[in-house]
């Protein structure tokens, strides 16, 4: 964030329930729910054109955005994630979907924060080579998630209305996603063990004049694993300032 702020005006949104945000009233948590959220955010800051950046969830997000602000949006880019992208469907994810069997192993993540640590390694190629200070930094955050009941409850309810919605209108919309005209970047892990490179490939494949950029070394989170490299791709990509 901070050499793109010198550039840039950058902001950095954490979703309802997650982060440093507090979970709302709102009763859905589904991808349309949080595109609101995020269209509402543009709207009370007066912003009139923005490039969006995505990350997994977050990428299928900024494409419902556009989608949906179309003549506000001037760009995309989208981290190992798009509407058109499946991730592989664990057996632990669907475990979620089932009433408490989800409650249940988040808390007993709670309980066990070795194993809650461990949880974030299938995200990155390669966790241990992390510098200390951002292992030491995941370590405080995934501890925090877990044993937070407001975080409990945004996962599951988020985890719950990404299924039922993609089952619904989620496939249509991912069609509709290839057909926006505006610049996209697709950037990927090419050791992404959560949704393939391959998937990447294909999803940018549909989407007429997308660029793709593969990050060596990376896995579901480049921007993390490999910031200097992201941050390459990301500012070839974005608008002269």
Partial sequence: IAPLAERYRVIAPD????????????????????????????????????????????ASLAQLVALERPAQVEGLVLVDGALAARARVRARLLLSLVPGVGSRRYRRLGRDLEAAYASLRPY?????????????????????????????????????????WTLGRGRALARRSTELALPCLYVWGAE?????????????????????????????????????????????FLPSR
């Fill in 192 to 236: 992404d063990h959560i949704i393939p490179l391959s998937v990447g490939e294909a999803a940018a494949g549909r989407q007429a004049g997308a660029r793709f950029e593969i990050i060596a070394g990376a896995g579901h989170l480049p921007h993390q694993e490999r910031p200097a490299e992201f941050l390459s791709a990301l500012t070839r």
């Fill in 124 to 164: 990155y190629a390669a966790l241990d080579r992390l510098p200390a200070e951002d292992r030491d930094f995941l370590r405080r955050r995934v501890e925090a998630r877990v044993l937070s009941s407001t975080q409990r409850q945004a996962y599951l309810a988020v985890v719950r209305g990404l299924v039922g």
């Fill in 15 to 58: 979703l309802p329930g997650f982060g440093r945000s507090f979970l709302s009233d709102r009763a859905r948590l589904d991808p349309p729910a949080l595109r609101d959220v995020l269209v509402e955010l543009l709207d009370s800051l007066g912003i009139a054109r923005v490039t969006v950046v995505g990350s997994s969830l977050g």
